[in-house]
DNA sequence: AATATATAGTTCATCATTGAACATAATGAT
DNA sequence: ATCATTATGTTCAATGATGAACTATATATT
Protein backbone atom coordinates (compact mmCIF):
# COMPACT_ATOMS: atom_id res chain seq x y z
CA UNK A 1 0.00 0.00 0.00
CA UNK A 2 1.55 2.82 -1.06
CA UNK A 3 0.68 6.63 1.06
CA UNK A 4 1.67 10.09 -0.96
CA UNK A 5 3.50 11.15 2.25
CA UNK A 6 4.68 14.89 1.36
CA UNK A 7 5.11 17.57 -1.67
CA UNK A 8 8.65 18.68 -1.75
CA UNK A 9 9.83 21.42 -2.14
CA UNK A 10 9.17 21.29 -5.95
CA UNK A 11 6.12 20.44 -5.57
CA UNK A 12 6.80 17.26 -6.54
CA UNK A 13 4.95 14.43 -5.20
CA UNK A 14 6.90 11.89 -2.88
CA UNK A 15 5.98 8.32 -2.54
CA UNK A 16 6.83 6.09 0.34
CA UNK A 17 6.02 2.45 -0.21
CA UNK A 18 5.85 0.45 3.15
CA UNK A 19 9.54 -1.20 3.27
CA UNK A 20 10.62 -4.69 3.08
CA UNK A 21 12.00 -6.05 6.57
CA UNK A 22 15.12 -7.01 6.28
CA UNK A 23 17.81 -7.70 9.31
CA UNK A 24 19.34 -10.64 10.91
CA UNK A 25 17.12 -13.71 10.43
CA UNK A 26 14.19 -11.58 9.93
CA UNK A 27 13.79 -10.02 12.99
CA UNK A 28 11.75 -7.22 11.61
CA UNK A 29 14.92 -4.40 11.84
CA UNK A 30 13.98 -1.70 9.46
CA UNK A 31 15.94 0.39 6.65
CA UNK A 32 13.74 3.41 6.40
CA UNK A 33 15.63 4.89 3.81
CA UNK A 34 14.52 1.83 1.76
CA UNK A 35 11.44 2.75 1.18
CA UNK A 36 10.03 2.21 -2.02
CA UNK A 37 9.96 4.87 -5.25
CA UNK A 38 11.81 7.72 -3.57
CA UNK A 39 13.74 7.18 -0.74
CA UNK A 40 13.08 10.62 0.70
CA UNK A 41 11.88 10.78 4.23
CA UNK A 42 10.62 13.96 6.42
CA UNK A 43 14.20 13.44 8.12
CA UNK A 44 15.85 14.22 4.84
CA UNK A 45 13.44 17.26 4.07
CA UNK A 46 15.19 20.64 5.03
CA UNK A 47 12.20 22.27 6.63
CA UNK A 48 11.62 19.08 8.43
CA UNK A 49 15.15 18.98 10.04
CA UNK A 50 14.86 22.69 10.71
CA UNK A 51 11.38 22.17 12.89
CA UNK A 52 12.72 19.55 14.88
CA UNK A 53 16.15 21.63 15.52
CA UNK A 54 13.42 24.26 17.20
CA UNK A 55 12.02 21.58 19.06
CA UNK A 56 15.10 20.30 20.45
CA UNK A 57 16.43 23.59 21.73
CA UNK A 58 12.62 24.55 23.11
CA UNK A 59 13.07 21.22 25.00
CA UNK A 60 16.72 22.41 26.24
CA UNK A 61 15.79 25.47 27.10
CA UNK A 62 12.94 23.79 29.56
CA UNK A 63 15.44 21.90 31.33
CA UNK A 64 17.27 24.71 31.84
CA UNK A 65 14.53 26.87 33.12
CA UNK A 66 13.45 23.94 35.56
CA UNK A 67 16.74 23.60 37.02
CA UNK A 68 17.35 27.17 37.07
CA UNK A 69 13.86 27.55 38.89
CA UNK A 70 14.52 24.71 41.29
CA UNK A 71 16.39 26.89 43.71
CA UNK A 72 13.68 29.39 44.19
CA UNK A 73 10.98 26.41 45.06
CA UNK A 74 9.18 27.43 41.50
CA UNK A 75 8.05 25.14 38.69
CA UNK A 76 7.85 26.21 35.26
CA UNK A 77 4.47 26.61 34.90
CA UNK A 78 3.61 28.60 37.64
CA UNK A 79 6.45 30.97 36.92
CA UNK A 80 4.46 31.35 33.33
CA UNK A 81 1.75 32.50 35.73
CA UNK A 82 3.79 34.74 37.55
CA UNK A 83 5.73 36.45 34.82
CA UNK A 84 2.61 37.13 32.99
CA UNK A 85 -0.06 38.52 35.64
CA UNK A 86 3.62 40.73 36.46
CA UNK A 87 3.48 42.11 32.97
CA UNK A 88 -0.11 42.39 32.68
CA UNK A 89 -1.81 42.77 36.33
CA UNK A 90 -5.46 42.92 36.79
CA UNK A 91 -5.69 40.28 33.66
CA UNK A 92 -8.31 37.74 33.62
CA UNK A 93 -8.11 33.92 33.84
CA UNK A 94 -9.33 33.59 30.36
CA UNK A 95 -6.98 36.15 29.00
CA UNK A 96 -4.28 34.38 31.50
CA UNK A 97 -4.73 31.25 29.95
CA UNK A 98 -4.88 32.76 25.74
CA UNK A 99 -1.74 34.10 26.85
CA UNK A 100 -0.09 31.16 27.87
CA UNK A 101 -1.72 28.75 25.24
CA UNK A 102 -3.00 26.62 27.94
CA UNK A 103 -6.97 25.44 28.98
CA UNK A 104 -9.14 27.47 31.42
CA UNK A 105 -8.94 24.36 33.69
CA UNK A 106 -5.34 24.00 34.36
CA UNK A 107 -5.32 27.42 35.48
CA UNK A 108 -7.84 26.55 38.21
CA UNK A 109 -5.55 24.03 39.25
CA UNK A 110 -2.66 26.06 39.29
CA UNK A 111 -3.92 29.41 40.81
CA UNK A 112 -5.01 28.26 44.29
CA UNK A 113 -1.39 26.80 44.90
CA UNK A 114 -0.35 30.12 44.11
CA UNK A 115 -3.06 31.99 46.05
CA UNK A 116 -2.01 29.83 49.35
CA UNK A 117 1.81 30.60 49.15
CA UNK A 118 0.71 34.24 48.97
CA UNK A 119 2.07 34.79 45.88
CA UNK A 120 -0.71 35.76 43.64
CA UNK A 121 -4.25 37.52 44.67
CA UNK A 122 -7.24 36.72 43.12
CA UNK A 123 -10.44 39.48 42.81
CA UNK A 124 -13.45 39.83 41.74
CA UNK A 125 -14.40 42.23 38.80
CA UNK A 126 -16.08 44.96 39.39
CA UNK A 127 -18.59 44.23 36.65
CA UNK A 128 -18.94 40.76 36.03
CA UNK A 129 -19.64 38.68 38.32
CA UNK A 130 -18.05 35.34 36.82
CA UNK A 131 -14.91 37.00 36.17
CA UNK A 132 -11.70 37.35 38.79
CA UNK A 133 -8.67 39.60 37.93
CA UNK A 134 -5.48 38.34 39.20
CA UNK A 135 -2.91 40.21 40.75
CA UNK A 136 1.07 39.54 42.53
CA UNK A 137 1.37 40.22 45.99
CA UNK A 138 5.03 41.93 47.49
CA UNK A 139 6.22 39.07 47.81
CA UNK A 140 4.75 37.55 44.72
CA UNK A 141 6.49 40.51 42.59
CA UNK A 142 9.94 39.70 44.23
CA UNK A 143 9.68 35.75 43.67
CA UNK A 144 8.85 37.02 40.24
CA UNK A 145 12.12 39.13 39.80
CA UNK A 146 13.72 36.55 40.89
CA UNK A 147 12.69 34.24 38.52
CA UNK A 148 12.94 36.82 35.66
CA UNK A 149 16.35 36.53 36.20
CA UNK A 150 16.83 32.96 36.10
CA UNK A 151 15.13 32.76 32.35
CA UNK A 152 17.22 36.26 31.17
CA UNK A 153 20.23 34.42 32.21
CA UNK A 154 18.85 31.02 30.61
CA UNK A 155 18.20 32.99 27.19
CA UNK A 156 20.78 35.15 27.27
CA UNK A 157 23.07 32.24 27.12
CA UNK A 158 20.91 30.65 24.53
CA UNK A 159 21.25 33.60 22.26
CA UNK A 160 24.94 34.12 23.03
CA UNK A 161 25.26 31.49 19.93
CA UNK A 162 24.16 33.75 17.69
CA UNK A 163 25.35 37.48 16.81
CA UNK A 164 22.36 40.65 17.34
CA UNK A 165 21.14 40.56 13.19
CA UNK A 166 20.85 36.53 13.74
CA UNK A 167 19.15 36.50 17.17
CA UNK A 168 16.28 39.65 15.84
CA UNK A 169 15.83 37.71 12.49
CA UNK A 170 15.09 34.22 14.07
CA UNK A 171 12.00 36.76 16.00
CA UNK A 172 11.10 37.83 12.87
CA UNK A 173 10.50 34.41 11.46
CA UNK A 174 8.91 33.01 14.58
CA UNK A 175 6.58 36.31 14.73
CA UNK A 176 5.82 36.09 11.20
CA UNK A 177 5.10 32.09 11.43
CA UNK A 178 2.96 32.34 14.30
CA UNK A 179 0.96 35.31 12.96
CA UNK A 180 0.48 32.73 9.82
CA UNK A 181 -0.84 30.02 12.04
CA UNK A 182 -3.44 32.31 14.04
CA UNK A 183 -4.34 33.27 10.46
CA UNK A 184 -4.60 37.04 11.22
CA UNK A 185 -2.19 39.78 10.87
CA UNK A 186 0.00 40.64 13.51
CA UNK A 187 -1.58 43.22 15.86
CA UNK A 188 -0.90 44.97 18.86
CA UNK A 189 0.00 42.91 22.14
CA UNK A 190 -0.61 39.69 20.43
CA UNK A 191 0.75 37.12 22.53
CA UNK A 192 3.11 35.99 19.67
CA UNK B 1 15.81 46.33 47.73
CA UNK B 2 16.99 46.45 44.42
CA UNK B 3 18.32 43.66 41.79
CA UNK B 4 20.86 43.52 39.06
CA UNK B 5 17.95 42.15 36.85
CA UNK B 6 20.43 41.66 33.67
CA UNK B 7 22.66 42.97 31.43
CA UNK B 8 21.80 44.55 28.16
CA UNK B 9 23.31 43.67 24.87
CA UNK B 10 25.54 46.48 25.77
CA UNK B 11 27.05 45.36 28.68
CA UNK B 12 25.34 47.95 30.67
CA UNK B 13 23.42 46.30 33.98
CA UNK B 14 19.72 46.98 34.43
CA UNK B 15 18.52 47.42 38.06
CA UNK B 16 15.18 46.99 38.74
CA UNK B 17 13.54 48.39 41.60
CA UNK B 18 10.29 47.00 43.13
CA UNK B 19 7.75 49.28 41.42
CA UNK B 20 4.98 50.84 43.36
CA UNK B 21 1.73 50.39 43.46
CA UNK B 22 -1.21 52.28 41.81
CA UNK B 23 -4.12 52.27 40.66
CA UNK B 24 -7.80 53.14 41.47
CA UNK B 25 -7.94 53.06 45.48
CA UNK B 26 -4.33 51.38 45.90
CA UNK B 27 -5.44 47.88 44.80
CA UNK B 28 -2.80 46.47 44.42
CA UNK B 29 -2.33 47.08 40.69
CA UNK B 30 1.03 47.91 39.20
CA UNK B 31 2.70 49.23 36.03
CA UNK B 32 5.40 47.06 35.70
CA UNK B 33 7.14 49.60 33.51
CA UNK B 34 7.76 52.12 36.05
CA UNK B 35 10.41 50.15 37.88
CA UNK B 36 13.24 51.41 39.17
CA UNK B 37 15.99 53.53 38.19
CA UNK B 38 15.22 52.10 33.96
CA UNK B 39 12.33 50.97 32.56
CA UNK B 40 13.69 48.12 31.09
CA UNK B 41 11.73 44.74 31.67
CA UNK B 42 12.87 41.60 29.97
CA UNK B 43 9.79 41.85 27.48
CA UNK B 44 11.29 45.07 26.32
CA UNK B 45 15.06 43.09 25.40
CA UNK B 46 14.93 42.07 21.56
CA UNK B 47 15.97 38.69 22.58
CA UNK B 48 13.67 37.99 25.19
CA UNK B 49 11.10 38.56 22.98
CA UNK B 50 12.31 36.86 20.16
CA UNK B 51 12.90 33.64 22.20
CA UNK B 52 8.69 34.09 23.42
CA UNK B 53 8.21 34.25 19.82
CA UNK B 54 9.83 30.99 19.59
CA UNK B 55 8.20 29.36 22.55
CA UNK B 56 4.70 30.43 21.09
CA UNK B 57 5.29 28.87 17.92
CA UNK B 58 5.94 25.34 19.70
CA UNK B 59 3.37 25.54 21.60
CA UNK B 60 0.96 26.34 18.90
CA UNK B 61 2.85 23.78 16.64
CA UNK B 62 2.11 21.20 19.35
CA UNK B 63 -1.23 21.79 19.21
CA UNK B 64 -1.31 21.59 15.69
CA UNK B 65 0.19 18.26 15.94
CA UNK B 66 -1.90 17.10 18.59
CA UNK B 67 -5.47 18.05 16.68
CA UNK B 68 -3.88 16.18 13.14
CA UNK B 69 -3.27 12.93 15.00
CA UNK B 70 -6.30 13.00 16.90
CA UNK B 71 -8.25 11.17 14.26
CA UNK B 72 -5.51 8.44 14.17
CA UNK B 73 -6.38 7.81 18.04
CA UNK B 74 -2.37 8.94 18.34
CA UNK B 75 -0.89 10.98 21.20
CA UNK B 76 1.67 13.35 20.53
CA UNK B 77 4.22 11.00 23.22
CA UNK B 78 3.43 7.96 21.41
CA UNK B 79 4.25 9.69 17.88
CA UNK B 80 7.31 10.96 18.87
CA UNK B 81 8.18 7.40 20.05
CA UNK B 82 6.85 5.71 16.59
CA UNK B 83 8.67 8.11 14.51
CA UNK B 84 12.17 7.89 16.66
CA UNK B 85 11.89 4.19 16.24
CA UNK B 86 10.97 4.12 12.89
CA UNK B 87 14.07 6.23 11.92
CA UNK B 88 16.43 4.53 14.39
CA UNK B 89 15.14 0.45 14.09
CA UNK B 90 16.79 -1.47 17.19
CA UNK B 91 17.57 1.54 19.18
CA UNK B 92 17.07 1.06 23.19
CA UNK B 93 15.10 2.88 25.96
CA UNK B 94 17.98 4.64 26.65
CA UNK B 95 18.78 6.13 23.51
CA UNK B 96 15.51 6.65 22.68
CA UNK B 97 15.06 8.91 25.98
CA UNK B 98 17.75 10.84 24.90
CA UNK B 99 16.44 10.94 21.52
CA UNK B 100 13.55 12.09 23.05
CA UNK B 101 14.92 14.18 25.87
CA UNK B 102 12.62 12.69 28.05
CA UNK B 103 13.72 10.60 31.10
CA UNK B 104 13.64 6.66 31.09
CA UNK B 105 10.69 6.25 33.58
CA UNK B 106 8.36 8.53 30.97
CA UNK B 107 9.04 5.76 28.33
CA UNK B 108 8.58 2.74 30.57
CA UNK B 109 4.95 4.18 31.29
CA UNK B 110 4.08 4.54 27.81
CA UNK B 111 6.06 1.68 25.71
CA UNK B 112 3.62 -0.67 27.16
CA UNK B 113 0.76 0.92 25.76
CA UNK B 114 1.89 1.13 22.46
CA UNK B 115 3.02 -2.55 23.16
CA UNK B 116 -0.29 -3.67 23.66
CA UNK B 117 -1.63 -2.04 20.93
CA UNK B 118 0.17 -3.82 18.59
CA UNK B 119 2.58 -1.28 17.48
CA UNK B 120 5.73 -1.12 18.99
CA UNK B 121 8.04 -4.53 19.72
CA UNK B 122 10.23 -4.82 22.52
CA UNK B 123 13.46 -7.07 22.17
CA UNK B 124 16.16 -8.60 24.76
CA UNK B 125 19.66 -7.29 23.41
CA UNK B 126 21.74 -10.28 22.31
CA UNK B 127 24.33 -9.42 24.49
CA UNK B 128 23.51 -6.55 26.95
CA UNK B 129 20.58 -8.59 29.55
CA UNK B 130 19.65 -5.29 30.82
CA UNK B 131 18.87 -3.97 27.67
CA UNK B 132 15.92 -4.14 25.11
CA UNK B 133 15.63 -2.90 21.88
CA UNK B 134 12.81 -1.16 20.20
CA UNK B 135 11.46 -2.20 16.76
CA UNK B 136 7.82 -1.24 14.93
CA UNK B 137 5.16 -4.27 13.90
CA UNK B 138 4.19 -3.80 10.33
CA UNK B 139 1.12 -2.07 11.36
CA UNK B 140 3.08 -0.06 13.78
CA UNK B 141 5.39 1.10 10.52
CA UNK B 142 1.78 1.33 8.40
CA UNK B 143 0.45 4.21 11.53
CA UNK B 144 3.78 6.24 11.77
CA UNK B 145 3.95 7.18 8.17
CA UNK B 146 0.12 8.38 8.53
CA UNK B 147 1.40 10.27 11.35
CA UNK B 148 4.41 11.64 9.53
CA UNK B 149 2.11 12.70 6.73
CA UNK B 150 0.13 14.78 9.80
CA UNK B 151 3.39 16.31 10.97
CA UNK B 152 4.95 17.15 7.38
CA UNK B 153 2.09 19.11 6.54
CA UNK B 154 1.76 21.11 9.95
CA UNK B 155 5.50 21.69 9.39
CA UNK B 156 4.87 22.69 5.79
CA UNK B 157 1.82 24.75 6.50
CA UNK B 158 3.95 26.74 9.35
CA UNK B 159 6.76 27.03 6.86
CA UNK B 160 4.85 28.28 4.40
CA UNK B 161 5.16 31.83 5.71
CA UNK B 162 8.91 31.78 5.72
CA UNK B 163 11.01 31.45 2.18
CA UNK B 164 13.66 28.72 1.60
CA UNK B 165 16.38 30.60 2.49
CA UNK B 166 15.09 31.82 5.88
CA UNK B 167 14.05 28.72 6.52
CA UNK B 168 17.07 27.09 5.81
CA UNK B 169 18.75 30.37 8.32
CA UNK B 170 16.37 29.39 10.74
CA UNK B 171 17.31 25.83 11.07
CA UNK B 172 21.23 27.00 11.38
CA UNK B 173 20.62 29.40 14.15
CA UNK B 174 18.57 26.69 16.06
CA UNK B 175 21.71 24.14 15.49
CA UNK B 176 23.95 25.89 16.39
CA UNK B 177 22.14 27.68 19.65
CA UNK B 178 21.00 23.67 20.31
CA UNK B 179 25.33 22.94 19.98
CA UNK B 180 25.98 25.68 22.16
CA UNK B 181 23.83 24.85 24.82
CA UNK B 182 24.97 21.59 25.00
CA UNK B 183 28.21 22.22 25.30
CA UNK B 184 29.83 20.62 21.96
CA UNK B 185 30.33 20.92 18.37
CA UNK B 186 27.95 19.32 16.07
CA UNK B 187 28.18 15.80 15.43
CA UNK B 188 27.15 13.00 12.95
CA UNK B 189 23.67 11.72 14.45
CA UNK B 190 23.28 14.09 16.95
CA UNK B 191 19.79 14.59 18.38
CA UNK B 192 19.66 18.49 17.25
C1' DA C 1 37.72 -13.95 42.87
C1' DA C 2 35.63 -10.36 45.39
C1' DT C 3 34.04 -5.84 45.74
C1' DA C 4 32.69 -1.22 44.20
C1' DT C 5 30.73 1.52 40.76
C1' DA C 6 27.97 2.43 36.80
C1' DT C 7 24.12 1.39 33.70
C1' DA C 8 19.32 -0.08 31.91
C1' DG C 9 14.85 -0.37 32.90
C1' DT C 10 10.86 -0.50 36.39
C1' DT C 11 7.96 1.17 40.12
C1' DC C 12 6.16 4.80 42.86
C1' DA C 13 4.20 9.17 44.36
C1' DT C 14 3.43 13.59 42.79
C1' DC C 15 2.25 17.18 39.73
C1' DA C 16 0.82 19.40 35.09
C1' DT C 17 -2.40 19.25 31.37
C1' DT C 18 -6.32 17.96 28.86
C1' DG C 19 -11.23 17.83 27.54
C1' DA C 20 -15.91 16.95 29.12
C1' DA C 21 -19.41 18.31 32.14
C1' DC C 22 -21.18 21.47 35.27
C1' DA C 23 -22.82 25.95 37.79
C1' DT C 24 -23.33 30.69 37.42
C1' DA C 25 -23.57 34.99 34.92
C1' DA C 26 -23.91 37.99 30.84
C1' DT C 27 -25.59 38.99 26.31
C1' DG C 28 -28.57 38.68 22.31
C1' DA C 29 -32.90 37.58 20.08
C1' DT C 30 -37.73 37.46 20.22
C1' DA D 1 -40.10 39.85 30.05
C1' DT D 2 -38.62 35.51 28.48
C1' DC D 3 -35.73 32.36 26.36
C1' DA D 4 -31.55 30.88 23.85
C1' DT D 5 -26.83 31.32 23.37
C1' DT D 6 -22.32 32.45 24.88
C1' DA D 7 -18.82 33.24 28.40
C1' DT D 8 -16.12 32.45 32.88
C1' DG D 9 -14.36 29.56 36.08
C1' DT D 10 -14.59 24.94 38.65
C1' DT D 11 -14.64 19.96 39.15
C1' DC D 12 -13.60 15.47 37.47
C1' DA D 13 -11.22 11.53 35.49
C1' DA D 14 -7.57 10.28 32.68
C1' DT D 15 -2.98 10.69 31.00
C1' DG D 16 1.97 12.43 30.40
C1' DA D 17 6.19 13.70 32.78
C1' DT D 18 9.34 14.02 36.63
C1' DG D 19 12.75 12.44 40.00
C1' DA D 20 13.78 9.20 43.71
C1' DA D 21 14.31 4.57 44.87
C1' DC D 22 14.65 0.03 43.45
C1' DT D 23 16.24 -4.50 40.93
C1' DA D 24 19.20 -6.77 37.81
C1' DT D 25 23.20 -6.62 35.03
C1' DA D 26 27.73 -5.06 33.30
C1' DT D 27 32.13 -3.02 34.03
C1' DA D 28 36.10 -1.42 36.67
C1' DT D 29 39.08 -1.83 40.53
C1' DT D 30 41.56 -4.26 43.93
Not at 15 to 20: G, P, R, S, T, Y
Not at 24 to 48: F, I, K, N
Not at 155 to 182: N, P
Request: net charge positive.
Amino acid sequence: MNYILFKSEQNQETIVQEAIPKGPAGEGVVDGSQAGQTALMPWDMPRYRNWIAVAKVHALVEKAMAAGLAPLALKLPHYDILANVYRFPGLTQQDLANRMLVGRSNLSMLLPELERRGLVKRTPDGEDRRVRRLTLTSEGRVLTLRALKVQVEVIEGMMAALSAAECEALGDFMRRVGHHMLGHPPAPDSPI
